[in-house]
Structure formats: C-alpha cells, structure tokens
C-alpha cells in the first residue's frame, strides 16, 4: 500500500514555493516526456517510506548553503527534531531554485555520522574520549601555562570562514582581549591580496556588483576563476548574461575549464604572468584611443603613470611572456571595448602568487580604463570561496584589524573599546609591552596563517615578538589547503599543543606524527545554530537554526563562552551580551558588531531586519534585488553594505559600489577618499563626478564633526547627536547622526575621490610584471626579477631573491598549479564525507597533457609521482587531457589523508575516517608569500612527473 506523506510546511504554510509546487504549477509534473524532459527521472522522484510515515507535524527552515560565497537559500524540513528533507529555493533571489552537487548535501553534513561527536584527547597514541568539563580544563590551563610562561602571543587563534558573522565577530574580540593579533582566517590564504589590491584603489576591498547584475553585462573576463566547478549556481547568471545581453564570455587560465567550454573566446596564460597579460591588454587599449578618457579625467588618479609602464609591454614582450599572440591580444582587447560595460571575474588563480596584489589592482586598473567601475553590468566581480569568508574578513578575523577594517591604532582600540563597554588601559594591559622591530604587539600585525609554520620553526631571535609560537587553535580550517606540507609536519610536532575545533577532525588532527598534545572538540554545523552570514556581492543573510546540535557537539559562540570563563575573562567578553546557561544570545551579537561597524556600514543590518528579509524572499526581483512591496518595500536583498547609520534610518543597502547614478539614500556612491586630498602636490579628489542629488558637486574629503561645522550643517544634528559626534568622524560617531546628515545632504559619508591606478604606499606603486619565484623563465628572471629579502612582514623574516636566485628548473622542468573540483569544496573533510559525492570524485589525480605524458611514459590511469621543486612529493593517478600544456600540471587542492604514499587512515578517532582519503597537493608545493598580506604562492611552482 503507497502511504500518503505528511504535506510539507512549504506547501501549506505560504512560506514559498518548493519544487513540487513549481512543477505543478508550471505544469511541468504532467507526466511522461514533458517531466522526463525537464528534469532527470532520478530527481523526480521522492523516496517513498516502507513503513507508516509519522504524523509529527513538519517544521521549515530556511537557511543558506554553508558552502560556497554564492548564499542559495535552502528550504530544509524536519520532523521529530530529524532534518528528514531538503529543497533548493525556488523564490530565493540568489539561486531560484538551482543547487549544486555540494549544495545538494547539505542535509547529510548535518547528519553525517563521520562527525567527532565527543571531545577527544590523543594520549599515548591513541584518541581518548573527554567530557567537555575535562577538555575545557586541561586546554585551558595549558593555555594559561603557556602564556604564563611565554606570553599570549605564543598562542595562535586560526579561526574559520566557516563561522557566521557573530562568531567570526566575537572570536576577533576573543583574541583582543586574551591580549594577541595572532588570529586569522582563510581569507588570508584566498583573497587577501583582493582586499589590499582593491581596497587600495577604490577603497572597499570587496566585490563592486551582484551576481543578479551581471545579467547586464555585454563583456565578462574571467581570470583565474572558473565559477563551472567553484561556484556553479553563478553560472546561471553568467549564462543569462550571455543568452539575453550576447555578452562575450572571455576566459584566460592556463587550463582549458568547464567555464572555458562555454566561452567565447579562450587564452591560455602562461602562470604567473597575469600583470604582464592585463599591460598588453591595455597596450592596445590605449594604442587605439579605446580607453574612457572622460571618465578617467573626472574619477581616477594615476592613470598617465600606467601608461608610461603599459608603453613597455608591447605585443613582442607580452608573447614573450605570457605565451599568447598578438592577435589574441588585440582580438579580447576590442571584444572588452567593443561590449560594455563589462566585468572582470577573478579568483585564488588571480590572488594565491608572490605578486598577488599587483595582479588585483592591474585588474582594476583595467576596468578602471574602460570605465566599468560603478556601473550597472560592469564591475570587478570577485567571487568570494567560502560561505562567509567575506562576512569573517569583514567582521574582523584577521591578524591586521578590529572588525570593520579599524586598523590596530591607537584611535581604532579606543573606538572599539567604547563599543566594547571595556576599559581600554585594561585590554592594553592585557598584551605584551615589549617593543620589537615592528612595535608593541597591540599595535602591530600578528603572524599570519600563512606563515604560522615559520612562527613555529623559525629562530624566535628573528620573530617581532617574545618567542615562536607554542600551541595553535585549529577553529574550523583545513590545514592542507596551505602550502609547504612537510614543513607544517614538522612545526606541528614541534608545538606544545595542537587543539582542533571542528565538526570534522581534519587533517590536523592525522597529519602529524605526535603522540600525545592534541585535542580535538566537537563544534556544532552552522545548520545547529542560528545567526547571519555575507555573500560574495555583500548581502546578509539570516539561518535558521534546522537542528539542535548533533552529538556532543556545541556552537562555536558556546565553545569560546566556555573557554574565555575559564581564561578569565568572560564578563568582559560578554559584557554586552546575554548568556542563556553556557550559550551567547545570538542577537545581542550582532547588535554589538551593528554598534562599531560604521566604516563599512554594518550598522543598519539589524536582526529584525535580516530576518524580515529571510521571510519574505519572494519580494525580491530576480534581477534588482530590490523589494518590490511586502515589509521590506524599496530594501535591496540583504541590505548589502555599506548600509549606512542606524536600522531606523532604513538605507536600502549598496547593491553595485560606486555608482553615481543613484543618490546615497538610495544606494549610491562615488569612489571613497581614503587616502587625503592630494598627493605629490596633486588633487586626487573627483573633479566633476558626484553621487546623484549630492549638495557638493565636486570632489569632497570624509566627513568629521569639523567638516559638518563649516558646511553649516552641525544643526541638523540632535541635541543627543552633537554630544556623540563632537570630536569624531563618520566611522567613530556612535550616534551615526554624522552619516544621517552627509546622506540627508546627498553626500557620501566617506568623502568622494578618485580611485588610485597608483598605490604610493605599496611596494610596487604601479603593479610590475615580476616572476615567481619558482620559474623555469630563467631568460626572464633578469628583466623581471622579484623583490629583495624582507627583514620583517608580518613579524617574520621573508624570502624573495634568494629563492629565485636558485636555478632549480633542471631537476623540475614543469610548472605545477592547483585550483578546484566541483564535488568537493575547501580542505575536502566535510564534503569527502559525504557518500554520494564521493562516490562522484573518488581518486586523487594529476592533469598531464598527453605530450608530456608520452615524454614521461606515463599511461593515463597510471600511478604517478609528483615532485615538488622543495622535495615534498605526493603519488597520484595520472589524468592524461589536453585541459593542460605540455609545460604544465595541475592538481586539485581537496584531498587529504595520505602522505608521500603512506595512508594515515588509520590515525583518525574510530568512525571519522571520510569516505575518499588522497595527497594533500600541497605537500608538493613551495616557498612564495605577497609583500602586502603574505598570500601562498599556490598556483605557480615547479615539480617534476615521474612513474611511480
């Protein structure tokens, strides 16, 4: 007998449409062809009970995918506390309906069984199962130990994209008031030199546009991204882009991709040679008079230096470099003049070399040239990895900043001190008051995640601060996803604890060769918890929480409540802050980050009004974003920031950064003048360009209390606004009277500038063409050489020139790069845990082009051994394709759990191992960090291929 299922919430309560209900009413779910036709048979059909289906009533949640930077909205059911079923969103405006094959699973992360689902000590060599009384105790007073003994700068809190904003938020706070900036996330190691680069140029380090407006761009360059397996649900957009506006679809990438397949036009890019390629680009730009020179005029300082350096890469030098013709060259520079506006897409294949920042700012120099910035359908559209990597960037989990980009000043300590409720003398008693080469720890950057091994294993005379480093948190990262592998081995053994926080043991915890030091606890999935997080273009959004916590697993918020009481300083962590038992309140969270975070308008996203958002999805027009009636009439979906002053101001939200075209009320914007008035004697404020309706039509500088005085505008202050404001600026003014003001006159906040095309402050004002530092160009090295070797970045010595003046291209010929997979996402452990997607992708392997491959006598299928040109070496299958050059190798960066050969399956906790386990690519790869933010050098190195 076929069992009638309990009608979902979804179709009974008017919380949205699912997929059944799309079907039938689009009258699709006919039967026959018509269904067959539309959708895959496996899909349309619902896995019927074989005993009674409970009467339970069912609950629905919505929530967002926690995988990539996209943000689909899911709908999720659950029965009896179980989360029995899941549907892809079809009136969320981000995904309508689409999932992925990651996104696809969300339900089995929150379920799985391969979860830690106690605390666990290793002990003797074998894993021990804790309470979490005993693990909070024997962590904490081995922290307090350390720190007693060596200071708090000898622990390391590497926190996690995976965290909602209110955890990514409070765990920054967390490692400011145990009195350290040794904290960092992801970020550092995806996209780093994109905040700094376009940070730097235009003054937000964010992406300018939406996925919904690049419906309207006529040109899309893609340069080191491949959304097809990164970022899938994207290439919806990217398609309607190209089916309604016949936009061009350009694609440069060493590998021929899934994106590259539905290009208009592909070129293969020699690795590391991005600026080189951008300059050539501009070479004939500027050549042919394509450039927008009104534009450029009114809105970008700098541009007369780009040309002197662009005059210096004609089509001959640019072949020589970058491997492309000149008629590739003149060809995808009139495609992008020819159609626009347009947008420039990139990802970690821009961002993860030695001269990271010099490639996102020659990015932006180029839109900046076409006059794309600011504009509906153009942009730089930087797709972000993780869920909320640029939510925790933005709330401040980075070793640089207090949230909201504040800097470490003086001036940002006090400002956040205030928010904070915590007496600053206190926190700054807090930290060590050494001076060191950089300065006094407070006010000086902490050790980077990408350098944390150095922080381990380098001599502690060499490092800014007392001693190495001694114990790191691992708070939801995975470890593989960062180069130099055999080295992390070492510095791993050589720390005096290792804990892991994570819903999966990772990597970390299997990697090293210890027996005893390292801890593993067992955090909640974000789908047991609630709270917001931002998507790639800047909208926040609400999760419900789907289910309690798995296991004994807690929220992360819970887990640091837990260890700051025991470290002793939980009053002050949470002295704005409810605490129900052991768990922080959720919203009282946001409301204090709302409180502080005026610098990238944080401060108007309120609870009530993110949840008003997440409920009402359907209002939201698929192609503005802007909600068309309902209770949040007028808003732009997920109030992407800046959102200026308080919730009750109401702004809408920025939906494209920039953009004159509308006023600041109503999500506008001109470029943000972050750097002075002038430089070099010069005026580097807008010269006729303003925001739509602005009282200035000019240029104008930031707005302080001073500036509102001699406009004659301080009146329109309250009397409880010109208490707050007096003495402060825009991004210090608690009262958020001065933003009010500006934006009542039509003004933007931050001033109205020009972008800079010159970064004075940077290494290279002009980005330079500079090899990596692993090349087999050695014609090259002399005409482009990388930098000296650097005293202190960051606390630690750094190597340029004496890597590169290392010829090592005889013994490892090939180029080595990496990037992603579709199946898996990140470190791999979460998704490799999941049956049905590693039943999709279950070897690791090497890409070999069948030239290299017959050179090598390697059969495709056969194993193989990759060689990293510093010795560490992975065995791998060989995948012989034409993806590749003869000259280069690529692998993927999502596995783990085997090492140089040698599985280390036997080293999880009982029950954990992942269904797929491989070589970490990065046990292969090298030496190489930024000079701005230390980014890995991940996707150019040398190895050789040999048969295993």
């Known amino acids: 007998m076929r069992l009638t299922p309990t009608p979902s919430a979804t179709e009974t309560s008017g919380l949205g449409i699912n997929r059944r209900q799309f079907l039938k ?53 659950v029965q009896e506390g179980v989360w029995t079923k899941q549907e892809p969103a079809f009136d969320h ?26 605390p666990m000590k290793l ?154 390629y951008i300059w050539g680009l501009l070479w004939h730009i500027f050549e042919n008079g394509w450039e927008d020179e009104v534009y450029i005029q009114q809105r970008v300082y700098g ?134 080469h950089d300065g006094k720890p407070m006010h000086t950057n902490g050790i980077t995640v990408s350098r944390w091994v150095d922080g381990v294993l380098e001599d502690p005379d060499r490092i800014s601060q007392r001693t190495a480093l001694k114990a790191m948190f691992y708070w939801g990262h995975a470890v593989n996803s960062q180069t130099r592998g055999p080295e992390m081995k070492q510095a791993m053994a050589k720390l005096d604890m290792m804990v892991v926080v994570d819903p999966y043991p990772t990597i970390a915890a299997v990697m090293h060769d210890r027996t005893d030091g390292v801890y593993l606890l067992p955090a909640s999935t974000q789908f047991e918890t609630r709270g917001s997080v931002t998507n790639s273009s800047r909208s926040l959004q609400w999760r419900d929480q789907v289910i309690e916590p798995m296991f004994e697993s807690k929220p992360d918020h819970e887990i640091m409540y837990l260890m700051a009481k025991k470290l002793g300083f939980a009053d002050e962590l949470f002295r704005n802050i409810k605490v129900e038992g052991s768990v922080p309140h959720v919203e009282d969270i946001t409301r204090e980050f709302n409180a502080g975070m005026w610098t990238v308008g944080y401060t108007a996203q309120s609870p009530e009004r993110m949840k008003a958002h997440q409920q009402n999805w359907h209002t939201f027009d698929f192609e503005t974003l802007k909600a068309r009636g309902g209770p949040a009439d007028g808003d732009f979906y997920g109030m992407p920031w800046p959102c200026w002053g308080t919730p009750e101001m109401g702004h809408p939200g920025t939906p494209i950064l920039y953009d004159t075209s509308k006023s600041v009320a109503e999500g506008g914007l001109n470029f943000r003048a972050r750097f002075g008035v002038e430089h070099d004697g010069t005026n580097i404020l807008a010269e006729g360009s303003w925001s739509k309706g602005a009282e200035i039509e000019d240029g104008y500088p930031e707005f302080t209390d001073k500036l509102l005085k001699q406009l004659g505008w301080w009146n329109d202050l309250t009397a409880e606004e010109k208490q707050a404001a007096e003495g402060k600026n825009w991004k210090t003014d608690l009262s958020g009277g001065i933003q009010r003001v500006c934006i009542k006159h039509g003004c933007a906040p931050f001033g109205n500038a020009k972008a800079r095309a010159l970064v004075w402050t940077f290494p290279d004002p002009i980005p330079k063409h500079r090899e990596p530092l692993y090349t087999a160009r050695r014609d090259l090295v002399k005409d482009y050489p990388t930098w000296p070797d650097s005293e202190s970045i960051y606390r630690l010595p750094t190597l340029y020139a004496s890597i590169q003046n290392k010829d090592v291209s005889a013994k490892y010929p090939i180029t080595l790069t990496s990037g992603r997979l579709v199946e898996y996402e990140g470190g791999g452990e979460e998704t490799r845990s999941i049956p049905w997607l590693a039943e999709l992708q279950q070897e690791m392997f090497v890409e070999i082009n069948p030239a290299l491959a017959n050179d090598e006598g390697i059969k495709d299928g056969d194993m193989v051994w990759v060689e990293g040109a510093e010795g560490g070496r992975v065995k791998v299958m060989a995948m012989v394709t034409e993806r590749v050059g003869p000259d280069v190798v690529f692998m993927p960066f999502h596995f783990g759990g085997v090492y140089e050969g040698e599985s280390l399956e036997s080293r999880y906790p009982e029950g954990t191992v992942p269904y797929v386990l491989g070589e970490s690519a990065n046990t292969a790869t090298t030496y190489g960090y930024d000079p701005v933010t230390l980014m890995q050098e991940t996707k150019v190195t040398l190895c050789r291929v040999s048969l295993a």
Not at 331 to 356: F, I, K
Request: aromatic letters at 8%.
């Open 93 to 118: 405006p981000f995904n309508r309906g689409a999932h992925c094959a990651k996104g696809a699973s969300l339900r089995e992360h929150g379920h799985s069984d391969r979860r830690l689902k106690y």
């Open 303 to 436: 541009m007369d230096e780009v040309r002197a350096e662009v005059a210096n890469f004609p089509p001959e030098e640019v072949e020589r470099i970058t491997g492309v013709g000149e008629a590739d060259m003149l060809d995808v520079a009139r495609r992008l003049s020819q159609n626009r506006p347009g947008c420039v897409v990139w990802c970690m294949g821009g961002t993860q070399h030695s001269t990271g920042n010099n490639n996102t700012r020659a990015y932006c120099i180029l839109e900046l040239a076409l006059g794309n910035i600011g504009k509906s359908g153009g942009g730089a559209n930087i797709f972000r990895g993780h869920d909320n990597v640029q939510g925790a960037t933005d709330l401040g989990l980075m070793s640089h900043s207090l949230p909201g980009y504040y800097g470490l000043s003086e001036g940002a300590w006090k400002h956040w001190s205030k928010v904070w409720n915590v007496d600053y003398n206190w926190i700054q008693n807090r930290y060590d008051q050494t001076e060191y």
């Open 123 to 276: 002990e003797g060599g074998k894993w021990k199962k804790l309470s979490w009384e005993q693990a909070i105790e024997e962590v904490g007073d081995k922290v307090l130990e350390l720190t007693e003994e060596h200071g708090p700068d000898s622990i390391y809190w590497l926190g996690s994209a995976k965290f909602s904003n209110e955890q990514a938020y409070l765990m920054r706070k967390f490692a400011a008031l145990f009195g350290t900036n040794n904290v960092d996330h992801q970020a550092r190691i995806c996209h780093s030199t994109t905040v700094a680069g376009v940070a730097n140029t235009w003054g937000y380090g964010a992406m300018t546009n939406s996925f919904n407006d690049m419906h309207n761009c006529r040109s899309i360059l893609f340069i080191g991204s491949n959304p097809s397996e990164a970022h899938p649900v994207a290439m919806q957009h990217i398609l309607l882009a190209k089916e309604r506006s016949n936009a061009e679809i350009i694609v440069v990438d060493p590998r021929f991709t899934r994106t590259a397949a539905k290009a208009t036009k592909f070129v293969r890019l020699r690795p590391g040679t991005d600026v080189a």
């Open 25 to 77: 009413r689009s009258g699709v779910a006919t039967g026959g062809l018509a269904a067959a036709s539309f959708m895959a048979a496996p899909m349309m059909k619902r896995a019927e009970a074989k005993t009674e289906v409970s009467s339970a009533p069912v609950e629905t949640k919505r929530t967002i995918c926690s995988h990539c930077s996209v943000g689909c909205g899911v709908y999720a059911e």
